[in-house]
């Protein structure tokens, strides 16, 4: 097939790609390198995609109408894997308008594209934060999530209601992924486990939220990937035992899903730390400080409607994915 991956310079984006060249599938990447964090990992990851045959790569905004327009006329795109947003929770309080518009006027943008062109299944990413104030654990896609404490979190929750709008009208098979904490090589620097092991290595006191009491369900890039692809093979379809009388909001009697990809064992950040002392053989020094706005106490992913229908479930433990991760950093950095 020939797919269009976004945010192909990212984090999961470069990892998803990967693996479907690894397969035998065209991909046409496309990423802006925007320099919310170190261009030169964007940079490095694309690089390794470039060497590999079936890759091509379009350098380009998500809010470029034209250009996405122009992309899907000429491509020939099969499916979409939907993966470029503005990230980050605590950054969405302090630049709102790059949500807007990545998150929100570029999903758009690619929902016209795929509109326009039969495209056979988006999948894209959503987020556990939009469970937001939601204190029912573990997370489920059949309970409610209209209670965000992040305007990022807000625009994936809108990501799913737009997503949910095509399918209705115009019968597009679309799947939302709430990604739990994803983690592993080559991940982003602006995550607890970069800056943990950064700070670590070199000596330097590292920032423990909630005083490092709260639980992630921190889950393996592999794991994702893995989610990611299964899901894509498996275009959305109705549900027809939908009942409007009692809305399930996990699905639809349109082609529209929305799944948890998470490993459903939550880890208290405390030993997550204990995890990378234990990768690295050196002790953090630990600044305590109570949890931050937009944030929530505990994450937990109910996978059992991935399970079902996909056959799959995230399985890495995080001691082993943490020491994976730490010997990635070291081979990069020379550390």
């Known amino acids: ?5 976004t945010g192909a310079a990212g984090f999961i984006g470069s990892s998803v790609s990967r693996v479907l060249l690894a397969r035998g599938d065209t991909v046409i990447g496309l990423d802006n390198l925007n320099d919310y964090y170190d261009v ?10 470039q060497d590999l045959p079936g890759f091509s790569f379009v350098h380009g905004d998500l809010a470029d109408r034209a250009l996405i327009r122009a992309l899907f006329d000429e491509q020939r795109i099969d499916r979409v894997v939907h993966l470029a947003a503005q990230a980050g929770v605590r950054y969405s309080l302090e630049n709102p308008h790059a949500y807007v518009d990545s998150n929100l006027v570029g999903f758009v943008n690619i929902l016209e594209g795929c509109r326009h062109h039969q495209i056979q299944h988006l999948v894209y990413a959503s987020s556990s ?7 029912r654990l573990p997370f489920s896609v ?7 404490l992040s305007l990022y979190a807000a625009t994936k929750k809108a990501n799913e209601l737009m997503a949910h709008t095509y399918s209705s009208l115009f019968a597009l098979p679309t799947t939302g992924l709430r990604f739990f904490t994803v983690y592993g090589p080559w991940g982003r620097p602006d995550m607890a486990l970069f800056k943990f092991t950064r700070n670590i290595l070199a000596g330097e006191p590292i920032d423990v939220f909630n005083y490092g009491r709260h639980r992630r369900d921190f889950t393996y890039i592999d794991d994702i990937v893995e989610g990611v692809i299964r899901t894509l093979d498996h275009p959305a379809e109705g549900n027809p035992a939908w009942d409007a009388l009692a809305p399930d909001p996990g699905s639809s ?3 529209w899903r929305v799944y948890n990809i998470g490993n459903s064992q939550p880890v208290e950040l405390l030993r997550y730390i204990e995890c990378i002392e234990e990768a690295l053989g050196k002790k953090a020094q630990l600044n305590l400080l109570p949890l931050q706005p937009g944030d929530v106490p505990d994450t937990f992913a109910e996978v059992s409607d991935l399970v079902r229908d996909v056959d799959y479930r ?3 433990p995080v001691e082993v994915g943490v020491a994976r991760f730490i ?7 020379r550390v």
Do not use: E
Not at 129 to 135: L, T
Not at 327 to 333: E, G, Q
């Open 142 to 148: 059949h309970d409610n999530v209209d209670h965000p």
């Open 314 to 316: 995230p399985s890495t």
């Open 129 to 135: 934060s939009v469970y937001g104030a939601n204190g």
């Open 327 to 333: 010997d990635w950093y070291r081979a990069y950095y």
């Open 1 to 5: 097939m020939r797919i269009l991956v």
């Open 253 to 255: 009697r349109a082609p």
């Open 40 to 49: 030169r990992l964007k940079q490095a990851r694309l690089a390794a995609l």
